[in-house]
């Protein structure tokens, strides 16, 4: 075996769901440079197209197309549609992020009604695109699925940076990506007799402008001493879409500057 192309992604097709968000625009240009077909495939059709024209102008092979990912039917048309075009799906990242409008009021004053839409928009949404995906990769006997999760899937919050700004993080969250961890850990079980490998990927909190408040009571506390760039994920999921990791399944892979081991 030689080593040297271990993370090339040449010839495999790969769907970065939520591709037009922060996160995952990055996925879809790293997927992309590492030559993968990439399906960005998003609820905002606008935000969507401007990248993926973006990245064909530097000759990356990207392509835009909607998707819902609460509705079943989008994702299986979606799925059908890459099948029939490309012939194959190698690799299925889920990095979409969907909310309500009330997201981040404090903990006290969180309705029924919103915490049940957010974990139905959210981790079922995380079910729905994964029970289809996983079994159209049965049926080809190889991909891997890559549930983007979270530190605070895996530990509780530090309440203590938010001090002095008006954000917080929702109970919903922690329970939603710590269910996405421990469902990851079901599918790869369940798969792997398919050669379906399926992990997560838990970042820390990315740096996009937030309160200087913020930033620094979080880089006072983080070991790297500094908030994740969303660069900083792209190299995990690589590794997790490319055959370098083809023995790994039910990992949750953590970049997160040490956070969750201090
Ligand atoms: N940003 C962070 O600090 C951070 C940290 C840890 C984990 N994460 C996780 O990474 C993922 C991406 O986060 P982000 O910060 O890039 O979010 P973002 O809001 O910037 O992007 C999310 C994308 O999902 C799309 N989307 C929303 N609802 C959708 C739906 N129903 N169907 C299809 N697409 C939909 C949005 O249009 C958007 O493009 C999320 O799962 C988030 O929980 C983010």
């Excluded at 029924?112 to 839409?117: D, G, I, L, N, T």
Aim: charged fraction near 25%.
């Amino acid at each position: 075996m030689k080593y040297d192309n271990i993370f090339n992604l040449q010839g495999k097709v790969a769907v970065v769901a939520g591709g037009a968000g922060l996160i995952g625009k990055e996925l879809v240009r790293g997927l992309a440079e590492m030559g993968a077909m990439v399906i960005l495939a998003d609820i905002d059709a606008e935000k969507g197209n401007i990248y993926v024209k973006r990245l064909t102008s530097l000759n990356l092979k990207a392509s835009f197309k909607y998707l819902d990912i609460t509705k079943e039917k989008s994702v299986i048309n979606l799925i059908n549609y890459i099948g029939k075009e490309y012939g194959r799906i190698d690799a299925w990242i889920n990095c979409v992020y969907p909310k309500t409008k009330d997201w981040g009021v404090k903990f006290e004053y969180v309705s029924v009604k919103s915490w049940k839409k957010n974990v139905d928009m959210h981790l079922t949404g995380f079910f729905i695109s994964c029970q289809k995906i996983a079994e159209y990769m049965k049926k080809q006997k190889r991909g891997s699925i890559i549930n983007m999760a979270s530190i605070y899937g895996m530990v509780g919050p530090d309440f203590s940076i938010y001090k002095d700004t008006k954000m917080t993080t929702p109970a919903a969250y922690s329970a939603i990506k710590g269910g996405i961890i421990t469902f990851t850990k079901y599918l790869a079980s369940y798969y792997g007799k398919y050669n379906v490998r399926v992990n997560c990927i838990s970042p820390g909190g990315i740096y996009d402008r937030q309160p200087v408040k913020f930033v620094q009571n979080y880089n006072r506390k983080v070991p790297l001493k500094r908030m994740a760039d969303k660069e900083d994920v792209v190299g995990a999921a690589i590794y997790l879409a490319s055959d370098a990791s083809r023995y790994v399944t039910g990992h949750n892979l953590v970049v997160d500057g040490g956070w969750t081991i201090v």
